[in-house]
């Protein structure tokens, strides 16, 4: 998963860090809430982990920003607050788990395994995935339109693959490259363009078919189901 942590502590937030990028995710820290709202205005991560108390702002404020602005985004709260009514406050408002600090490495990466299994990138990834009228074939890197069938590059599969696991969510260009790529490849955003387009035209994703690839302007691209059939099926 892309992840931001919005952590004041820098030890803290390096050894979080740690954690997690050991376990396969990649992490973005932003250490107040004014480099966070920034970020948040140009990119899209899978989780946020976010501190109580900041040097500019409340945890709390920054999540009613989110929930505000209509981002449903996994939040856990990982802060020193333990008391009931502070942890009541932080779900009413909508996060999705609190860990009170210190916080364990094996509770941790537990807990963020649970939404992630909650969330649409939770998948057995050998078994065909349904968004009708597409079947997605992991073992062939092929999908199916009714009954054609159309090969796909290993890139071009992982990229419309991530699209339909995050249908109707803005995926910026950062975490579409992070995420099909990798944090390591030197992959220009042209790239991702071009694979976008020739996705779009391989798989004729137009209204006539249920489906819809938007791009968002400076942000990025997203995947619009036109019908009720919103969710793949294992």
Do not use: C
């Not at 376990?23 to 250490?31: E, K, L, P």
């Not at 709202?37 to 920003?65: C, H, M, Y």
């Not at 502070?86 to 999705?96: E, K, P, R």
């Not at 699209?163 to 042209?190: C, K, Y």
Request: glycine share 6%; hydrophobic share 35%; net charge neutral.
């Amino acid at each position: 998963m892309r992840i931001a942590i919005v952590e004041d502590d820098s030890v803290q937030a390096q050894q979080l860090k740690q954690w997690l990028v050991e376990a396969g995710h990649n992490v973005h820290w932003y250490s107040n809430g004014h480099s966070f709202r920034q970020a948040i205005a140009r990119e899209s991560f899978d989780l946020v982990i976010l501190d109580w108390n900041l040097p500019d702002t409340t945890g709390i404020k920054l999540l009613q920003k989110l929930r505000a602005n209509s981002i449903s985004i996994p939040v856990i709260f990982m802060t020193s607050r333990d008391t009931e009514e502070d942890i009541v406050s932080a779900l009413q408002n909508g996060a999705d788990d609190y860990l009170t600090k210190p916080a364990g490495k094996a509770e941790t990466l537990a807990r963020i395994a649970v939404l992630e299994r909650r969330s649409s990138r939770g998948f057995q990834k050998q078994q065909p995935l349904h968004y009708p009228p597409y079947t997605l074939n992991n073992a062939h890197f092929t999908v199916q339109r009714n009954e054609e069938t159309i090969q796909l590059t290993h890139k071009e599969f992982d990229l419309i693959r991530f699209m339909f696991q995050n249908n109707g969510r803005v995926l910026s260009r950062g975490h579409l490259l992070e995420s099909v790529w990798g944090l390591n490849q030197n992959v220009s955003t042209r790239t991702l363009d071009s694979h976008m387009s020739k996705l779009r035209r391989k798989l004729s994703l137009t209204p006539e078919h249920g489906w819809r690839m938007v791009s968002v302007y400076q942000f990025g691209y997203r995947l619009e189901s036109l019908s009720d059939s919103t969710t793949g099926q294992i």
